[in-house]
């Protein structure tokens, strides 16, 4: 894996939605993730909302110029959740790692939780290189991880 030098990020704009619709619907990335896909229409008011809601933080992945991914946080009941979104065409780039650093140096609440499917070793990782660790609990296929303080 090589760094890359011209990675970008920044708050999520709605131009930037497009792009975060195609990585989602990706069926490998759909996956991976363990996460199901929103039909385009869904994606988009869902999307829509959590920007004009400004709650959570939204941070795009841009690498050469293009929407490569996202990292966000967001409140789920009592926890603070950050999750991450790589497109295909970017993956083992480091970029995961690069978008969960930059949301979580705007963070100042801990813990922060994460969920990961648990056949995703490159996000276990990716959780772990940043200073979470596995907790007890268990969700449907897949397991919690949870950062305890700050780095």
């Given at each position: 894996?090589?760094?890359?030098?011209d990675?970008?990020?920044?708050?999520?704009?709605?131009?930037?939605?497009?792009?975060?619709?195609?990585?989602?619907a990706?069926p490998?990335?759909?996956?991976?993730?363990?996460?199901?896909?929103?039909?385009?229409?869904?994606?988009?008011?869902?999307?829509?909302?959590i920007?004009?809601?400004?709650?959570?933080?939204?941070?795009?992945?841009?690498?050469?110029?293009?929407?490569?991914?996202?990292?966000?946080?967001?409140?789920?009941?009592?926890?603070?959740?950050?999750?991450?979104?790589?497109?295909?065409?970017?993956?083992?780039?480091?970029?995961?790692?690069?978008?969960?650093?930059?949301?979580?140096?705007?963070?100042?609440?801990?813990?922060?939780?994460?969920?990961?499917?648990?056949?995703n070793?490159?996000?276990?990782r990716?959780?772990?290189?940043?200073?979470?660790?596995?907790?007890?609990?268990?969700?449907?296929?897949?397991?919690?991880?949870?950062?305890q303080?700050r780095?």
């Amino acid at each position: 894996m090589t760094a890359r030098d011209d990675v970008v990020i920044r708050p999520v704009e709605l131009a930037d939605l497009p792009a975060l619709y195609e990585h989602q619907a990706d069926p490998e990335a759909v996956r991976m993730a363990d996460f199901p896909a929103r039909e385009r229409d869904a994606f988009m008011v869902h999307w829509r909302r959590i920007l004009a809601d400004g709650a959570g933080v939204t941070l795009a992945i841009v690498a050469g110029g293009r929407v490569a991914g996202s990292a966000v946080s967001w409140r789920d009941g009592d926890r603070q959740m950050v999750g991450y979104w790589i497109g295909r065409d970017h993956w083992g780039q480091g970029l995961a790692s690069r978008g969960l650093a930059a949301l979580l140096a705007e963070l100042d609440e801990r813990p922060l939780y994460a969920h990961v499917a648990t056949h995703n070793a490159a996000s276990i990782r990716v959780l772990e290189k940043a200073g979470f660790t596995r907790t007890d609990e268990a969700i449907e296929a897949g397991f919690v991880y949870a950062l305890q303080r700050r780095r």
